[in-house]
């Protein structure tokens, strides 16, 4: 076990950091943000909008715009290139080198430093058995698989102690079970090492199960800034609702403290006349027959059973489709006329 | 034999007639005649033993090897330029660089003239800025611009090709990783290009080699091998000697050219 | 801390500027010598200079004195595109039907021509059919040479299409629907490696119009091609008339070079190199 760079671990501020290029395009509008020292940070988003070039100015791959400046803990860092900041990073290609085997690859960052050989030699051997990459020290990149350049990547990122760990779409390349047991193994290593992790993803699972913190992008702006929990429960408008999870979406008109939509009334504390939506998570409600009291009707449109519970759509309760997670044995099928039943704590006004 | 064999054996046999009837067996021709001059199979070994071959043998490997390391360094930096900006005119300026690719020798040697001869266009410049006319055509100055003329094109576009399939991520690597932009040519980018640089510079190599018309139009007092040869067989009409010489500086040329392709294999299967 | 910021800064722009300049300079280099032909082309006096008046008449003497090169050098072409048609698209078929060690043989033989110096090949022409008085006068001789240099260049395009292509599945398609072999070739293989018979046939004809350093040795004064007269005129005759007589060569010329880069679109680089240059040791 490595000494942990944690105790040297610094915090990241973006001080008004916009990025223009040079065709004109705004790939991120003027961005201020404080990541605390040792926490890992997750940029979520669709492509385009912004994350991964975020990425790259704290790197210092990209320049900000004039007024922006980056800082690594008391240490403004914007003019210096990512040669000179001592960060680690993993490319979503790994990048990793061909023309050195597996070893060589992660000794590269303490040859540039000149770490005198046996030195060299002993860390790489540590990171070579922490990262359970042993046995191909002398591989050739083109002989391992996805999951172990992976690792390789990884390894030779954090072998520098860098002061930030940057991941661009680190497990975006790899097909479904690696990536969660690489996941698995991403968090264990980014607790043990408490080191300050930016971690770039299009995946909001990923980003739920590792982010401290989750930076919800949109066009170049944030759109929220939360732990998981509070982007999960109070996703601060539709876009972020939409994009973490399901949100079902009820749309209507305010009359007598309720929302009227097509398959009933739901509360809503909002003045009479008023067009407003409500939104809920599809395990927040529950399915129940027609006889039984519930809040809004609607027939069932197809059931997908998922072993550990089952998801029911409903049409007919809104304007658009409902979506239901029941865990109970209650078999629904297509056709059934069916009731749902809200919790009023889980609705969302959603603006 | 069967009736697919048969047909596959018919239709590569005029190719096959043309080849054994006007190559090899005039090759075969005139490496039998090369042993039976006045010199017998002494005339193989005369381009070391004999001073005028052999010197010229010198001059030419010196003059070819000097031009692929210029034209590798010089196509290289412009290749790497060209693939790694957008602008606009970078396509212009790509054809432009690519336009000699099919200039004859002669022609090469003509372009040198205009730049290098009595009334070319750096004697003009020359004159004009120093009082003093330079004329360099008909000297090795001037065989090596020639060279180098038509060496360039080839080069660079062999070194865009390559620059564009390698991934910029690995310079983002090796940068991340502290190396500054000498490291990450020596560590990255040239490894990368090695294939490339190889088999583009044996090429480069093996043409300079066996050039013939640049020099022709150009050299006057140099005696690069091709020039010798053909002095040879046109005014010495020693048609031995001139066939054991063309000869060897054929064995010469495919043999880079062979251990090149053997060389930028392994280098490219190495880098994956 | 600011100068060693500015310093950082500076590196990269000076690396940039550098690369840009031996980018130009090279450019220069290259284009220059082309533009100032040109220029002497149709220079009344190129000593005096373009004060001494611009002129056709060089241009009308070099159609004078090299008419028939031209003629010579086009007839040359085109029959050595049909002849390098003919014998060179069946033999990539075969190339790329039969992996066998023999057909690795034939590959490699085949591209000899190339890597062999061009005078080497024309003595051994020379010295071999030159007893043949017919054959030796007559532009058959000219061509014969043409076709071992240009042959390679055919086969390797085409066979770099039918290697992309599934060569052996298409065939098989065909037949399964009960296509013969004659069937097959016209109705499935041409009309799939169109693309390469078209690349190989624009490249044969570019290179055999510059050809040199085989036909120099092999030309007779009754069978010169442009590349011949052209040597014949920068030796003897006046600047004006070399520059000229170049200009009707860029005129042939150059339109094949800028069709070859079109009809090989966007990949144009790798193309070129990959079917053009592949071991073609020749200046």
């Known amino acids: 076990m490595p000494a942990p760079p944690g105790n040297s671990a610094v915090s990241i501020r973006l001080d008004g950091c916009g990025k223009t290029f040079a065709d004109g395009t705004r790939a991120l509008e003027p961005l201020t943000l404080d990541v605390r020292a040792g926490e890992t940070i997750v940029f979520l988003g669709p492509s385009g909008c912004g994350k991964t070039t975020t990425l790259r100015l704290i790197a210092g791959l990209e320049a900000p715009d004039a007024g922006g400046h980056v800082w690594f803990g008391g240490e403004d860092v914007t003019a210096l290139p990512i040669e000179k900041r001592n960060v680690g990073m993993v490319f979503q290609s790994y990048a990793l080198f061909p023309n050195m085997s597996v070893a060589e690859n992660i000794a590269y960052g303490l040859k540039v430093r000149r770490v005198a050989t046996p030195m060299r030699a002993a860390r790489v051997s540590e990171m070579l058995s922490l990262m359970h990459l042993n046995e191909f020290a002398s591989r050739r990149i083109d002989q391992l698989s996805g999951g172990q350049r992976q690792r390789v990547a990884l390894a030779r990122a954090l072998i520098v102690k860098p002061r930030v760990l940057l991941l661009d779409e680190p497990l975006t390349a790899l097909d479904a079970k690696l990536r969660e047991s690489l996941r698995i193994e991403i968090d264990r290593l980014l607790r043990e090492l408490e080191i300050t992790t930016v971690y770039v993803t299009h995946d909001q699972a990923e980003a739920m199960s590792l982010g401290d913190r989750i930076v919800v992008m949109e066009r170049g702006r944030v759109a929220q800034i939360g732990t998981p929990q509070e982007i999960y429960y109070h996703p601060a408008n539709r876009f972020v609702a939409d994009f973490i999870g399901t949100m079902n979406r009820l749309h209507g008109t305010v009359r007598g403290g309720h929302l009227e939509v097509a398959g009933g009334r739901v509360p809503c504390d909002a003045p009479d006349g008023e067009a407003a939506e409500l939104g809920f998570r599809p395990e927040d409600a529950r399915v129940v027959e027609a006889e039984a009291s519930g809040d809004l009707a609607g027939t069932v449109a197809a059931v997908f059973f998922l072993g550990d519970r089952t998801r029911v759509i409903v049409e007919g309760a809104a304007d658009g489709l409902i979506v239901v997670e029941s865990s109970g044995r209650r078999p629904f099928t297509k056709g059934d006329e069916v009731r749902i039943a809200l919790r009023r704590e889980t609705l969302l006004r959603l603006k | 034999m069967n009736r697919h064999a048969r047909r596959l054996a018919l239709l590569i046999a005029p190719a096959a007639a043309v080849f054994c009837a006007f190559w090899l067996l005039p090759m075969v021709r005139i490496a039998v005649l090369g042993a039976t001059g006045p010199r017998g199979l002494a005339a193989y070994s005369a381009i070391v033993t004999d001073r005028r071959y052999f010197d010229a043998l010198v001059s030419t490997v010196a003059l070819s090897v000097a031009v692929t390391v210029a034209t590798v360094i010089v196509s290289g930096i412009a290749g790497l330029f060209l693939a790694r900006n957008r602008f606009p005119g970078r396509g212009l300026l790509t054809a432009m660089l690519t336009l000699p690719l099919a200039f004859p020798g002669v022609v090469i040697g003509f372009m040198v003239i205009m730049l290098g001869g009595r009334q070319g266009l750096i004697g003009d410049l020359s004159q004009h800025l120093f009082g003093l006319r330079i004329v360099f055509a008909y000297s090795i100055g001037g065989l090596f611009a020639g060279y180098l003329y038509f060496s360039i094109p080839r080069v660079i576009l062999t070194m865009i090709a390559a620059m564009e399939k390698l991934d910029p991520a690995l310079e983002e690597a090796a940068r991340s990783l502290g190396a500054g932009p000498w490291r990450v040519l020596r560590d990255v980018v040239i490894p990368a290009l090695k294939p490339a640089i190889i088999s583009s510079g044996a090429i480069c190599f093996a043409t300079s080699m066996g050039a013939f018309g640049t020099a022709f139009t150009l050299a006057t007092r140099i005696d690069v091998l091709p020039l010798v040869i053909y002095t040879d067989f046109t005014y010495s009409a020693n048609f031995a000697m001139a066939a054991a010489l063309s000869i060897v500086l054929g064995v010469i040329t495919w043999l880079v050219l062979g251990l090149a392709r053997t060389l930028a294999g392994a280098s490219a299967a190495a880098a994956g | 801390?600011?100068?060693?910021?500015?310093?950082?800064?500076?590196?990269?722009?000076?690396?940039?500027?550098?690369?840009?300049?031996?980018?130009?300079?090279?450019?220069?280099?290259?284009?220059?010598?082309?533009?100032?032909?040109?220029?002497?082309?149709?220079?009344?006096?190129?000593?005096?200079?373009?004060?001494?008046?611009?002129?056709?008449?060089?241009?009308?003497?070099?159609?004078?004195?090299?008419?028939?090169?031209?003629?010579?050098?086009?007839?040359?072409?085109?029959?050595?595109?049909?002849?390098?048609?003919?014998?060179?698209?069946?033999?990539?078929?075969?190339?790329?039907?039969?992996?066998?060690?023999?057909?690795?043989?034939?590959?490699?033989?085949?591209?000899?021509?190339?890597?062999?110096?061009?005078?080497?090949?024309?003595?051994?022409?020379?010295?071999?059919?030159?007893?043949?008085?017919?054959?030796?006068?007559?532009?058959?001789?000219?061509?014969?040479?043409?076709?071992?240099?240009?042959?390679?260049?055919?086969?390797?395009?085409?066979?770099?299409?039918?290697?992309?292509?599934?060569?052996?599945?298409?065939?098989?398609?065909?037949?399964?629907?009960?296509?013969?072999?004659?069937?097959?070739?016209?109705?499935?293989?041409?009309?799939?490696?169109?693309?390469?018979?078209?690349?190989?046939a624009l490249m044969v004809v570019t290179l055999s119009i510059g050809e040199f350093n085989i036909t120099w040795m092999l030309h007779t004064p009754l069978t010169q091609t442009i590349p011949v007269g052209l040597a014949d005129t920068y030796a003897s005759m006046r600047l004006e008339i070399g520059s000229a007589y170049t200009i009707v060569f860029f005129v042939m010329i150059i339109p094949l070079l800028i069709a070859m880069q079109m009809i090989s679109g966007r990949r144009r680089p790798a193309r070129i190199v990959e079917t053009a240059d592949a071991g073609a040791a020749r200046e």
């Open chain 3, 1 to 200: 801390m600011s100068t060693l910021a500015q310093r950082l800064r500076f590196g990269p722009r000076l690396r940039f500027g550098l690369q840009l300049f031996v980018t130009l300079a090279a450019c220069v280099f290259l284009v220059a010598p082309v533009l100032m032909s040109i220029l002497a082309g149709v220079t009344r006096n190129y000593f005096i200079g373009i004060r001494s008046g611009l002129t056709l008449q060089w241009l009308a003497q070099v159609w004078e004195l090299y008419r028939q090169t031209i003629y010579l050098s086009l007839q040359v072409a085109l029959t050595c595109v049909a002849v390098t048609l003919v014998i060179g698209v069946p033999a990539a078929y075969v190339l790329a039907k039969s992996r066998s060690r023999l057909t690795r043989l034939v590959e490699e033989l085949l591209v000899l021509p190339i890597a062999v110096p061009g005078l080497a090949t024309g003595l051994a022409l020379i010295l071999t059919y030159g007893g043949l008085r017919e054959f030796r006068a007559s532009w058959l001789f000219i061509l014969v040479g043409h076709v071992l240099f240009t042959l390679p260049f055919m086969v390797r395009s085409v066979l770099a299409v039918m290697t992309t292509i599934d060569l052996n599945t298409l065939e098989e398609g065909a037949a399964s629907l009960g296509a013969s072999f004659r069937q097959r070739l016209f109705g499935v293989i041409v009309p799939n490696v169109r693309s390469g018979i078209l690349a190989g």
